[in-house]
């Protein structure tokens, strides 16, 4: 079956001809001209939103479509400011096309993020470095556990990048559920966007161990992103906020971001739940 794209867009000019296109390119679109009708069709594979819309900003669309469904949103606009590219990847969209573009870059683009949503979707197994390898490689469970970072440190290495202030609390441990994509920190649910919860996955796969800029990048959004790099921080900024400790993910300066770990003599400190 092929993908399936909803299309948001109002000017007829712009719409016709990159519906033909995709079609070309054997998608099927379903076009519609506001903010208000894309929310009430179905979504299908892949949704390509328009900002200037004439009822409502895409803003808003892109934040209702998330409140309701993880489908890839690729926004397409002729706002290319940085400020609306990183708010609308903040708010959830998977990638920004700024216009004008080629039909073949975007067909290109959408099976790119059609592809890593039927890889998660695919995957049951959970991110399982929180476990030694020994251990997951023979049979993972749905979900793991990490306990918090140290309470008891003074103050964090030099190489740590942290302006938030820590809790006075000791945080309960990490849990993250690549199976159901919950997440839990003790007995509470944490929300995250698609993006912000992949991000966490990827650096649950190996908690201490520190993950490139271009790592996440390839591997959280794509390998031919070429949005602004700063959206990476906002979404670890979103993270630090939402996890209720900063200091679950550390910024090696000039390196990358790693999620902590607790450790003492005898290690890390994880255990399966």
């Given at each position: 079956?092929?993908i399936?794209?909803?299309l948001i ?39 390509l939103?328009d900002l ?31 400020a ?8 959830g ?7 004008p573009f080629s039909v073949?870059?975007?067909v290109?683009?959408?099976r790119?993020?059609t ?6 979707e ?10 030694p ?15 918090p ?20 609390y ?24 698609p993006k912000?919860?992949e ?9 201490g ?22 959206t990476?921080?906002v979404h670890?900024?979103?993270l630090?906020r939402?996890l209720?400790d ?24 994880v255990?399966?739940?």
């Open positions: 079956m092929g399936q794209v909803l867009e109002d000017d007829e000019t712009i719409a016709e001809p990159l519906a033909e296109g995709l079609g070309n390119f054997g998608l099927t679109v379903d076009h519609v001209t506001t903010g208000a009708e894309g929310l009430r069709r179905p979504y299908g594979d892949v949704v939103l200037g819309l004439p009822d409502m900003d895409g803003i808003d669309v892109c934040r209702g479509i998330r409140q309701v469904s993880d489908v890839p949103v690729i926004i397409l606009s002729a706002r290319g400011e940085e609306d590219r990183v708010l609308g990847l903040e708010l969209a998977d990638d920004y096309l700024a216009k073949r870059e975007l290109a683009r959408v790119a993020v592809r890593r949503t039927q890889r998660t695919a995957v049951a197994e959970p991110a399982a470095a929180a476990l390898r020994s251990s997951y490689e023979t049979g993972p469970s749905p979900s793991y556990e990490i306990a970072p140290p309470a008891q440190e003074a103050a964090p290495p030099a190489s740590y990048d942290e302006t938030v202030a820590r809790p006075a000791a945080p309960g441990p990490l849990v993250v559920d690549r199976r159901t994509r919950q997440v839990w920190v003790g007995e509470m649910p944490v929300a995250l966007t912000e919860f991000l966490l996955a990827l650096l649950a796969e190996d908690p161990a520190v993950y490139s800029r271009q790592q996440i990048l390839d591997r959280v959004w794509d390998p031919h992103y070429e949005g602004p790099t700063k990476l921080d670890v900024a979103s630090r939402k209720g900063p200091a679950w993910i550390q910024t090696l300066r000039g390196v990358g971001f790693r999620l902590a770990v607790q450790t003492e003599p005898g290690g890390q400190q255990s399966s739940p």
